[in-house]
């Protein structure tokens, strides 16, 4: 048994965690938590992690962490003499050992960040650099407090760690910048994600800046050229590699090519292909280029990963069932994302359908923001949109030159779907994940 009251005391932690070879990893979940696995109780809005360190032990934890044990717990420690650690704050607990780890490797440590496809080029990125490296990457989008510290916990003989960082609110990425203190720091775009909490893009590109402040002191920082918010720093900063196509840049893509499920463009006079259409794809796989590059990629190396890339569940996934094709890109949504979408959407060839929900987290600038997603399908040459949710409303209410319906849930929205999808269409389905609109893909299969 060993249980030790902690105040702020990190070493006693250390000594205990790195010295036990019986240690296999870190956990916050016991629906998944392993044999040997660390437990850490973190209380959260809907669940206190502290109610179930008993399940922990008794699903093989060699070890829990936490800062509020119950006498119920206390006891079952002492009766079965398990290993306990009580802590201040759990939570400050896991950053402090995700420190720690990370100082113990000398590695090139890749973060990303930005408005719209941090995942997707995560993903991209970790598969170019697994060419030559062994990479360990985000998993997911655990992108987060929590989730960054677990993934560094995860180090084990990896040469390359890829890890994706995502905020609300000024002060996060900052923290986290400083937890994983890469060594490259991406920045994909600046958009309207989270305006409704920042208030601004100024202020939105302020906060993703915070991701240099963990940056390493010969760090470099790999920026969108295309974006406007990004565009205007670029000579302000130092250690800048650029990326793009509208723009002159130190990585910049020609002659794109999109088709209905694959995408080439030209890049220092080789065609680059990619097993997914989508110009915000080409993008992300230029990041992945810069990344490769500046980490001694070869190009042949750089193309295989590009071409092996897998698109994470429920983004841009195309689903082929007997009648229909569904772009399932129903993970998240902002304005910057859907207009993406869109434009890929109305480049395919057949009956082109949008079904669009809310895009949350935009304040005050939500009525804005949804009614130029209306203006934009103007634009374009779609056949049916179909809006769900209270915020959408908005969008149909823009649309003049397209035949669109709305409704105030999927059940209704997934009803009028398969009575009027016809056979080869393309059904694009896009909203915040708050809709719920994995349901809606589920239904039309």
């Known amino acids: 048994m060993k249980i030790n009251e902690i105040k702020n005391n990190i070493n006693l932690i250390d000594s205990y965690l790195y010295d036990n070879s019986k240690v296999k990893g870190f956990s916050k979940d016991t629906r998944t938590i392993a044999k ?24 093989g934890a060699i070890l829990a962490i936490s800062d509020n044990p119950d006498n119920k717990i206390i006891s079952y420690v002492k009766k079965n003499k398990k290993n306990l650690i009580v802590v201040e704050d759990s939570i400050k607990t896991l950053q402090e050992l995700a420190i720690y780890k990370r100082s113990l490797y000398d590695i090139p440590v890749v973060a990303i960040t930005g408005s719209a496809g941090k995942t997707s ?40 760690l890829v890890v994706e960082m995502g905020m609300n609110h000024f002060g996060e990425l900052s923290l986290l910048s400083k937890i ?21 893009r100024e202020n939105i590109l302020k906060a993703k800046l915070e991701i240099l402040d963990g940056l390493c002191d010969d760090g470099r920082v790999i920026l969108n050229n295309d974006n406007d918010m990004l565009n205007r720093i670029v000579e302000k900063l130092s250690n800048v590699i650029t990326y793009g196509i509208n723009i002159n840049s130190d990585f910049r893509g020609k002659n794109l090519n999109l088709e209905t499920m694959t995408s080439s463009f030209e890049y ?31 190009l042949d190396d750089i193309k295989r990963g590009l071409l092996t890339f897998e698109i994470s ?41 949008a079904v669009l929900g809310d895009m949350l987290e935009l ?22 949109v179909v809006t769900v949710g209270n915020e959408s409303l908005n969008i149909n209410k823009e649309i003049s030159n397209t035949l669109n319906y ?12 398969k009575e009027n999808l016809q056979k080869d269409d393309y059904v694009l389905i896009k909203a915040s994940h708050g809709l719920h609109f994995k349901e809606i893909t589920e239904k039309l299969q």
Do not use: W
């Open 36 to 59: 040997g696995e660390v437990y850490v109780a973190i209380k959260g809005e809907k669940f206190d992690g502290n109610d179930f360190i008993i399940d922990a032990f008794n699903k």
């Open 121 to 160: 080029t995560k993903d991209m990125v970790a598969n170019v650099l697994a060419q030559k490296y062994k990479v360990l990457k985000t998993p997911g989008n655990l992108n987060n407090h929590i989730g960054l510290p677990l993934t560094i916990l995860s180090l084990e003989d990896h040469e390359v």
């Open 180 to 200: 994983a203190k890469p060594t490259i720091a991406l920045i994909t775009n600046i958009g309207t994600a989270h305006i409704g909490i920042l208030g601004s």
């Open 268 to 298: 220092n006079n080789e065609i680059i292909n990619l097993n997914i259409s989508g110009e915000h794809f080409v993008y992300n796989a230029l990041a992945a280029i810069a990344v490769g590059t500046t980490l001694d990629i070869s």
């Open 313 to 353: 569940s429920n983004r841009m996934q195309i689903i082929k069932t007997n009648e229909y094709t569904l772009i399932d890109d129903s993970y998240n949504a902002n304005y910057d994302a859907v207009i993406y979408c869109l434009k890929y959407l109305n480049g395919l060839d057949g009956r082109k359908i």
């Open 363 to 384: 304040g005050s600038h939500s009525t804005l923001l949804h009614k130029k997603v209306g203006k934009k399908i103007n634009e374009l040459n779609l056949d049916l």
């Open 406 to 417: 709305h409704f105030d849930n999927n059940t209704d929205a997934i009803n009028f779907l």
